[in-house]
């Protein structure tokens, strides 16, 4: 079952431009979590918000939680070479037993 | 380090070839996970485990197996592997209200 949609699929971007990518979610959640993957290797986790949680940063991260329009966005500021990787969304659901379950990602590319 | 350790990263198999694939984390996390991810499908939910002896079937259960006899190894277990288990496979591992640390991946070809 999907859960988070993220969009756009896809986008590319100049060096130093800043990235948006959104994520829509269908359910409640205890929280939403951001992962990057760069090709073919493991998702590492950059960041977690949870849903009485309205903005997070986390260096030129910016995470927003629209929980009455079910939605989050990840803003990546200033945008390097090395940001290019696929970005995807993951929500912690409130009913008991229930793991994260990821949206189809993003992939950004930043080229210099 | 605090890690996922998977085992092994790449594994070409013949259809029906009894499979395991580890996965082992040192960070005493309570929940683990299996996932594959698929071209176009993205990552989807194989079998997760909540604690020691407690395992529940996630999106795509059919075809898999996984036993949590030890907090720290969760593997997965493929019985009798066919083409369609082509996949790349992540297990991960999260205490309660945190992200997930992933493994490396395993690259599984069924032939």
């Known amino acids: 079952s999907q859960q988070g949609e993220e969009d756009p699929q896809a986008l590319s971007i100049q060096e130093g431009e800043n990235a948006t990518m959104n994520c829509s979610y269908k359910t409640s959640i205890n929280n939403l979590q951001w992962y990057r993957q760069n090709s073919g290797r493991g998702l590492v986790h950059l960041i977690l918000i949870r849903s009485n949680e309205r903005e997070k940063h986390s260096g030129r991260l910016r995470v927003t939680l629209d929980t009455s329009k079910k939605s989050s966005s990840l803003l990546i500021t200033a945008s390097r070479a090395a940001d290019t990787a696929s970005y995807f969304c993951a929500t912690d659901s409130s009913q008991a037993g229930t793991a994260l379950i990821f949206g189809k990602g993003t992939t950004l590319s930043v080229s210099s | 380090e605090a890690q996922v350790t998977q085992n092994p990263r790449y594994l070409i198999t013949v259809t029906g070839k009894k499979l395991t694939v580890t996965c082992s984390q040192n960070?005493?996390?309570?929940?683990m996970s299996w996932y594959r991810q698929d071209p176009g499908l993205g990552l989807r939910q194989i079998y997760y485990s909540m604690n020691v002896e407690v395992t529940d079937k996630g999106d795509v259960p059919e075809g898999y197996k996984v036993s949590r006899k030890e907090k720290r190894n969760f593997p997965l277990i493929l019985e009798s592997p066919s083409p369609n288990q082509t996949s790349l496979y992540f297990c991960a591992s999260r205490c309660t209200g945190c992200g997930y640390t992933f493994g490396s991946g395993t690259r599984l070809t069924v032939v």
């Open positions: 960070m005493n996390h309570e929940y």
